[in-house]
């Protein structure tokens, strides 16, 4: 290691830090957005408490939300990615199941408040 | 000819340490996509000991290759894979040239750009935004990561060095 890697950590480093506080100042989302195949099929009130279920390239995806936060908790494909991501609360965060080709996306709040 | 050999048998273990890869999942549970980036050895290697063009012949060979054995030609994954490697060999030969770092910084700075370089194409190929906020997981991932392939391959040319030398 030479003078400049020390110099190349320190600004990967800085950069982290800098992208972190960035996504802490995001606000929390009060609907979801369920996409299959880019087309909105469902969209969630996040303040109430429920599980949705909608049909995924694979079959059943059930959607919970629980206080806020939206998750899936069942769906099928190999790696079960979009279930282990456990859940989301943040505006602009979004869960992408791509066998089963549903997307949950939470919409920034600005746009919501003009609608509601 | 040695050298076309050479070249081939680094491609086939760049193919063979990916695959081996991907067996091994690290933190997958909580960071999906995270990986030690054992293959980026291979190209490292090639960076130093062969040449730029090398180093593209076997990164785009290898992710065809390892499109059709395991992750199935022109998928998502694929075009992830692609910009991945050529973002990466490009930054790699820039801070090895231009720059001056050492094996193990240019290490990290290949990490760096190869998940930068899939961040930004899921940016474009999926509409997904959202994948900036994933990025100082990979970026944080991507110096320790770095670190140990710039270990392995400082090794692994000091060996070939030694081994030349009786040739």
């Known amino acids: 290691m030479n003078k400049n890697d ?16 960035l996504s802490l100042l995001r606000k929390e ?3 979801a957005n369920v996409y299959y195949e880019n087309d909105l099929i469902l969209k969630i009130d996040l303040n109430i408490n429920n599980t949705y279920e909608v049909e995924g390239y694979n079959g059943k995806v059930v959607i919970e939300v629980l206080n806020n936060k939206i998750r899936v908790v069942e769906e099928n494909s190999p790696y079960h990615l979009c279930s282990k991501q456990g859940f989301i609360d943040k505006s602009g ?18 746009l919501d408040t003009e609608v509601s | ?3 076309f050999t050479r070249l081939s048998m680094l491609l086939a273990l760049s193919v063979a340490l990916n695959i081996i890869e991907a067996s091994l999942p690290l933190f997958n549970d909580y960071i999906p996509g995270l990986k ?18 090398d180093a593209f012949y076997v990164g785009i060979l290898r992710v065809f290759l390892v499109g059709i054995l395991r992750t199935g030609l022109f998928s998502t994954t694929f ?9 990466s060999i490009i930054c790699m030969y820039l801070s090895k040239n231009v720059f001056k770092l050492s094996i193990i910084g240019v290490s990290i700075v290949g990490s760096i750009a190869h998940s930068t370089g ?12 959202s994948m900036v906020y994933y990025l100082p997981w990979l970026l944080l ?6 670190i140990l392939v710039g270990i392995i391959c400082k090794q692994l040319v000091k060996f070939y060095d030694e081994v030349l030398l009786f040739e």
């Open chain 1, 6 to 21: 020390i110099k190349l950590i320190f600004i990967v480093l800085l950069i982290v830090i800098l992208l972190f506080s």
């Open chain 2, 36 to 53: 030690l980036g054992l293959a980026n050895i291979v190209t490292l290697f090639i960076i130093y000991k062969f040449d730029l063009k």
């Open chain 2, 1 to 3: 000819m040695k050298k």
């Open chain 1, 29 to 31: 989302a009060n609907v």
């Open chain 1, 93 to 110: 965060e979004s869960i992408i199941c791509l066998p089963n080709k549903i997307i949950i996306e939470l919409p920034n709040n600005e």
């Open chain 2, 141 to 146: 991932f991507s110096i320790p990561t770095g």
């Open chain 2, 118 to 129: 899939q961040v930004i194409t899921s940016i474009i190929l999926l509409q997904m935004t």
């Open chain 2, 79 to 87: 075009f992830f894979s692609l910009s991945g490697v050529l973002l």
